[in-house]
């Protein structure tokens, strides 16, 4: 089975819709409302608002239950990770990865056991 394309950018508020569906899913829109809803002060008609917005960027599918809607990703949340990751390393570090860390590095936000975890990483690559 082919993997799907590359959706389009996926929004902040896009994306704690999509946790819920990775968490659990199908969902229908009461169930993601309920979910991620409450914590973020939204109706039930904004989080039918962000199901549509994942639904026509081929993010999500919407399969008919009745007079509802069980929603379920296309993608799988370790892909949208890549692609994001991906994303942050071409627009502010020219595609490099070792840009990143060195930037991380000089701005103290890694800590000893970070450094040791990357060390331990590289090593395995090298294998």
Not at 9 to 38: C, F, H, K, N, Y
Not at 54 to 62: D, E, G, Y
Not at 85 to 95: E, I, K, P, V
């Amino acid at each position: 089975m082919d993997k799907p394309a590359a959706p389009e950018r996926i929004s902040d508020a896009e994306q704690a819709v999509m946790e819920a569906l990775w968490t659990r899913s199908p969902l229908t829109a009461a169930e993601v409302a309920d979910a991620v809803g409450a914590d973020r002060g939204w109706s039930l008609a904004t989080v039918k608002t962000l199901l549509s917005r994942l639904t026509a960027k081929n993010a999500i599918v919407a399969q008919p239950d009745g007079r509802r809607f069980l929603y379920s990703p296309l993608i799988a949340r370790a892909d949208f990770v890549g692609q994001e990751s991906r994303r942050l390393l071409d627009r502010l570090f020219g595609g490099r990865a070792a840009s990143l860390v060195a930037h991380l590095a000089e701005a103290e936000e890694l800590t000893e056991r970070d450094l040791n975890e990357i060390e331990t990483l590289l090593k395995e690559l090298r294998k």
